[in-house]
C-alpha cells in the first residue's frame, strides 16, 4: 500500500484543483446575487435532506465572521465521521495533523507543529492538558459539542499560550432549542485484528424555554483492540541487534458527562453553570519477547541474513493502566448595562494523569536453554525466524540442535519486576472579566473591548517510578510459591505479522496477582518497601499565577476591518522539589517571574462580495510543562552531573504573519489559499550543558561545573507554510448527481530550529505535506461519506546525532461512514475505520532502518441514533 501513496496524493490535488475550477463555473453562470450564509439551526440540521451540507454552512458561517484565521467544524458533522470525538473531526480541517497511539487519533498538531504548542478551551475558557499540559482530543465526544473553532491566530482577548493554534470547544447550549429535545446513539460492531467489540452508548436531553435552559449527557465508548508491534535494533553495519515481538491486548474505555444550566431573565441578562468531566481508561495486557542477537554465543549476523547460536531471550509481561481526566466548572454571565457589554466567568478545573505499569522481566541463565536460529530480514520490518534448540557437541562447543515452530515460554531462570509509576494532578482557577463598547469614530463602526484574567495554577505529582526489583528470587527465599510458568496458555497470538513463530498468550492478569501477592509477602517480611519505589528526586510542586491585561479595538468601515490591540502577561512561578545526591534528600524551592507583551494586528478587506482578504500580524507563546519546570534533580558527585528539572526555562515565544485570501463562491462553499510564518525564540530542547551557579552546592561541594541534563531554550526556530482548501456540494450537478460533494485541503509545511549545541534540526512532528479530503454524497435519505487523509514523514525524536533521529514515515488512513435516515427522527449509520489496514512504520535515520512495525487492523461500527 505505501507504494501507492504518491497516487493518491496526484489524484487528490488534481480532484482540489478540478472541483475549485468546477465550482467557479457554477458560480459564474449563476446570474443570481451572492447570498449571505446563514448558519442553519440546530433543529433544521437534524430533518434536513443535505446534514452535511448544512453542518459545512454552519462552519463557513463561524469562518468568515471570525475577526481572525479561523478552520470551524459544527457537531452534527463530527457525528458524521467515523471517529466521534473532537480528535478525528479536528483532523479533517486544513493543516492539522492528528498523532494516533495504536491506531486511534488522540493528539492534534495545528500546522504540523509540536502537540505542545495548541492549547484548547472549553467555551472561551483555557484549560491545561492532563498530559503535562497536552490535552487528549479523543476523551470529548460529540455528546457534548456543538462546535469547534481552531483560532490559527490569535486576539489579545485570548490567552497567549497557543503558539500554533488554539482549539476552543463550544459545548451544548439549551437555550437554542424550543422545548424538550433529545439526541440518543447507540452503537456496536467488531474489531478486525482479536476480534474484539466496539460498543459506544450517547445521550443528551435538553429542554430550553423562554428563560431557562438545561441539557445533560453521558457519553461512553469502549473498544477491545490487539494490537502488532515489531521492533528491531541495529549496528552500525546495519545488522540486527535484536528483535522484539508484541502483542497488545488493550481495553480501552472514554466516558463523558456534562451538565449544563443557563438563565437568561431578561435581554440585558444571562446566566450560565456548566460542568464537565472526561476521562480516558486504557488496560493494557502487552506480552513481549525480545531476541537479543547480538549476544548470541557464535555465528554471524547480516543486515538481511543470519545464523545463530545460543540466542537469550527476555520475557516482558505486564498488566497495566492508563488513567487521565479533565473536571471543569464554569459559572458566569452576561450583562448588558447602558452601552457596555460585560462579561464574567469563574472556572475551576483539574486533572489527573496516572500510568500504572508493573512488567515482569523474565531472563535466561542457562545457556542450553537459549535458543539458536536463522533469520531472513530481507522484508524490512517484516523478520522471519526459523527456531534450534542449543545443544553442545562432544568437545562443548554450542550447536544448533532440532528445529522448533514454537518460542519457549517457560526456560526463564530470573524473573525481576520492572515497576514503572506515573502520577500528576493539575488544580486551576481562573477568574475573567471583559467590556465590550460599540462606538464611532469618523465612519468606522467601532468596538473597544478589554478586561483582566488571573490564573492560579497548582500541578503536583508525587514522582515517577522505574524501580527494579527481583521479585523472583526473593519470593522464593521466604517461601512464597512463584510460578509464573503456570500461566502461560496455549492461545496463539491473534496477529497479522508472520514472524516464522508461534508464540502463545500469557493469562497477564493472573499472573498480576500472583505479583501483587508476591510484593505484599515481601512487604510483610520487610524486604521490599513500596515507598522507595519513588524516585523523590522526581517528585514536584509547581505553582504558577498568571496575572494578564488587554486591550483591543476594532473599526469597521466600507470593506474594511482592522483590529488594534496588545495583552500584557506576568508569570510568577514557585518550583519545588527535592536534590538527591544518592546519600540525603534535601528539600528545594526556585522562584522565577516573567513579564511578557503580545501585540496582533489583523486586517480583513472584502474585496467583494464573496472574496475576502486577511492580513494578522501576530504573536503568541507556549509554556513548558512542568515536569521541565520542576525544582528536582538527581546528583552525581561521582560523575559530575546534575540531571532534572530547569525552574529557569522560558517560555517558547513566536511573533509572525498570516495572510489569506477566502473565496465564498456559492452558498456553503469555498476556496481558499493561506500562507503563515512564524519567527520561534527559546525552543524547549532536552540537553547538555553545565550548571553554571550554585543551586545545587551542599555540604562545601561546589556543583557550578557539573554536566547539567536538562530541558533547556534552543534558538532560531523558524515555521512557514501555505494552506490549500475547498469545500462545496455540488449541486450544479443534475440530479442525482447533485448530492455529490468534497471537502478537501492540503497544506504544505516547513519548521527548524538550532539546538544549544549549535545543530539545526526539524520541529518533531511536522511534516511537510499534510493532505485531508472527504467525499460525500447526501439524497433520498443517505448520506455516504469516504475520508482520506494522508501526512508526510516527521521526526519523533531528537538524537544527540542526526543519523540517529527517529522518524515516523507517511502514514495514510481510509475511512468510510454510511447514514441513512428512516424518518426525520430515527437514522441508522456504519462507520469502518482503516478500510486499506495500513500499519504505522517508525525508522532511524532513513527507511532501510524501521525500528517499529504497528499494525491495528480495521473496525467496524454500526448503530443507530434518534433525535427528537
Known amino acids: 500500500m505505501l507504494a501507492t501513496q504518491p497516487l493518491f496524493k496526484k489524484c487528490a490535488l488534481a480532484a482540489l484543483c478540478a472541483a475549485v475550477c468546477n465550482g467557479a463555473m457554477a458560480a459564474e453562470g449563476d446570474e443570481q446575487q451572492p447570498q449571505t450564509i446563514v448558519a442553519p439551526v440546530m433543529e433544521e440540521v437534524l430533518v434536513s435532506a443535505s446534514p452535511i451540507a448544512d453542518s459545512q454552512a454552519q462552519s463557513i458561517a463561524l469562518q468568515r465572521d471570525a475577526v481572525n484565521v479561523v478552520s470551524a467544524i459544527a457537531a452534527d458533522d463530527i457525528g458524521r465521521f467515523p471517529d466521534h470525538t473532537a480528535a478525528a473531526a479536528l483532523a479533517r480541517l486544513p493543516a492539522v495533523a492528528v498523532q494516533r497511539d495504536q491506531g486511534q487519533p488522540r493528539y492534534i498538531q495545528v500546522r504540523g507543529a509540536p502537540a505542545r504548542w495548541t492549547t484548547v478551551s472549553f467555551d472561551g475558557i483555557n484549560v491545561i492538558g492532563a498530559e503535562e499540559r497536552v490535552f487528549r482530543f ?55 485484528l482479536g476480534d474484539g467489540d466496539q460498543e459506544r452508548y450517547a445521550g443528551r436531553l435538553a429542554w430550553g424555554g423562554d428563560t431557562f435552559g438545561a441539557v445533560v449527557a453521558l457519553s461512553t465508548f469502549s473498544m477491545e483492540q490487539v494490537t502488532d508491534n515489531n521492533e528491531i535494533g541495529y549496528d552500525e553495519n546495519d545488522a540486527p541487534t535484536f528483535f522484539d515481538f508484541r502483542s ?51 555465528g554471524n549476523r547480516g543486515p538481511d541474513a543470519g545464523e545463530l547460536i545460543g540466542v537469550p531471550i527476555e520475557g516482558w509481561l505486564q498488566d497495566g493502566n492508563y488513567e487521565n481526566s479533565t473536571f471543569t466548572n464554569t459559572l458566569g454571565g452576561d450583562h448588558f448595562a447602558g452601552e457596555w457589554e460585560i462579561n464574567w466567568r469563574l472556572n475551576y478545573t483539574q486533572t489527573e494523569s496516572n500510568v500504572e505499569l508493573p512488567i515482569i522481566l523474565r531472563n535466561q541463565t542457562d545457556p542450553l536453554e537459549f535458543a539458536s536460529l536463522t533469520y531472513d530480514h530481507t522484508d524490512r520490518g517484516f523478520p522471519q525466524v526459523q527456531l534450534y534448540s542449543t545443544e553442545f557437541n562432544e568437545q562443548g562447543m554450542p550447536v544448533m540442535g532440532e528445529a522448533s515452530s514454537s518460542l519457549n515460554q517457560t526456560g526463564f531462570g530470573f524473573d525481576g519486576l520492572v515497576n514503572y509509576l506515573i502520577n500528576s494532578e493539575t488544580d486551576a482557577y481562573t477568574a475573567k472579566l471583559d467590556f465590550t463598547r460599540a462606538w464611532t469614530m469618523g465612519s468606522a463602526d467601532s468596538e473597544l473591548k478589554f478586561g483582566v484574567q488571573y490564573d492560579d495554577r497548582e500541578a503536583t505529582s508525587p514522582g515517577s517510578s522505574s524501580a527494579f526489583v527481583a521479585v523472583g528470587p526473593m519470593a522464593q527465599a521466604i517461601g512464597f510459591d512463584w510460578n509464573p510458568n503456570q500461566y502461560v496458555t496455549d492461545e496463539s497470538w491473534d496477529t497479522d505479522f508472520d514472524r516464522g513463530v508461534d508464540i502463545t498468550y500469557v493469562d497477564n492478569a493472573g499472573l498480576r496477582n500472583e505479583l501483587d501477592s ?19 528526586d522526581s517528585s514536584y510542586q509547581v505553582n504558577e499565577k498568571i496575572a494578564s491585561a488587554y486591550l483591543m479595538n476594532t473599526w469597521t468601515w466600507d470593506r474594511h476591518q482592522i483590529l488594534v490591540g496588545v495583552r500584557i502577561e506576568q508569570t510568577d512561578l514557585t518550583s519545588e522539589g527535592f536534590l538527591n545526591d544518592g546519600t540525603s534528600t534535601t528539600p528545594i524551592t526556585l522562584d522565577s517571574d516573567e513579564l511578557q507583551v503580545y501585540p496582533s494586528i489583523h486586517w480583513n478587506f472584502e474585496v467583494t462580495d464573496d472574496l475576502k482578504y486577511r492580513l494578522a500580524l501576530v504573536t503568541g507563546s507556549s509554556r513548558p510543562t512542568f515536569n521541565q519546570m520542576r525544582a528536582g534533580a538527581s546528583i552525581s558527585d561521582a560523575g559530575a552531573t546534575v540531571s532534572g528539572g530547569n525552574p529557569e526555562v522560558e517560555n517558547e515565544f513566536a511573533k509572525g504573519v498570516d495572510t489569506s485570501l477566502e473565496w465564498y463562491f456559492a452558498d456553503a462553499a469555498v476556496a481558499s489559499i493561506g500562507a503563515f510564518y512564524r519567527d520561534v525564540d527559546n525552543v524547549l530542547f532536552d540537553s547538555v550543558t ?77 511534516s511537510d505535506q499534510i493532505i485531508n479530503s472527504s467525499v460525500y454524497y447526501e439524497n433520498f435519505g443517505w448520506s455516504v461519506r469516504l475520508n482520506w487523509q494522508w501526512r508526510d514523514a516527521w521526526l519523533d525524536d531528537i538524537s544527540p546525532d542526526a543519523d540517529g533521529d527517529y522518524y515516523w514515515q507517511d502514514t495514510e488512513r481510509l475511512d468510510l461512514s454510511i447514514r441513512y435516515q428512516i424518518t426525520e427522527a430515527i437514522g441508522l449509520y456504519a462507520d469502518v475505520n482503516n478500510l486499506t489496514d495500513e500499519t504505522g512504520i517508525r525508522y532511524q535515520g532513513n527507511e532501510s532502518r524501521p525500528v517499529e512495525i504497528e499494525g491495528f487492523g480495521k473496525r467496524y461500527l454500526f448503530g443507530v441514533r434518534a433525535s427528537f
Open 690 to 766: 553545565t550548571v553554571g551557579d550554585d543551586r545545587y552546592n551542599s555540604d562545601g561541594i561546589d556543583r557550578s561545573d557539573y554536566e547539567y541534563q536538562t530541558t533547556l531554550n534552543g534558538d532560531d526556530g523558524k515555521l512557514a507554510g501555505v494552506e490549500l482548501a475547498y469545500q462545496q456540494q455540488w449541486s450544479f450537478l443534475p440530479e442525482p448527481f447533485d448530492g455529490f460533494g468534497m471537502q478537501a485541503n492540503v497544506a504544505f509545511l516547513d519548521g527548524e530550529f538550532t539546538t544549544p549545541d549549535g545543530r539545526t534540526t526539524a520541529f518533531p512532528g511536522t
Open 518 to 536: 508476591a510484593l505484599a509477602a515481601l512487604t510483610d517480611a520487610g524486604l521490599v518497601n513500596p515507598d522507595e519505589f519513588i524516585s523523590p
Open 248 to 298: 497488545y491486548k488493550l481495553e480501552r474505555e472514554t466516558n463523558s458527562a456534562m451538565a449544563k444550566f443557563e438563565y437568561a431573565p431578561s435581554e440585558a441578562h444571562h446566566f450560565v453553570l456548566s460542568s464537565l468531566y472526561t476521562e480516558f481508561l486504557d488496560h493494557e495486557q502487552r506480552n513481549m519477547y525480545v531476541l537479543s542477537l547480538e549476544d548470541a554465543i557464535a
Open 138 to 192: 479523543d476523551s470529548v465526544p460529540a455528546a457534548v459539542m456543538d462546535s469547534v473553532e481552531v483560532s490559527k491566530t490569535l486576539t489579545p482577548a485570548m490567552s497567549s499560550e497557543a503558539l500554533a493554534g488554539r482549539v476552543d470547544i463550544h459545548t451544548y447550549s439549551p437555550l437554542e432549542s424550543d422545548g424538550f429535545s433529545a439526541d440518543i446513539d447507540v452503537g456496536y460492531g467488531p474489531m478486525e
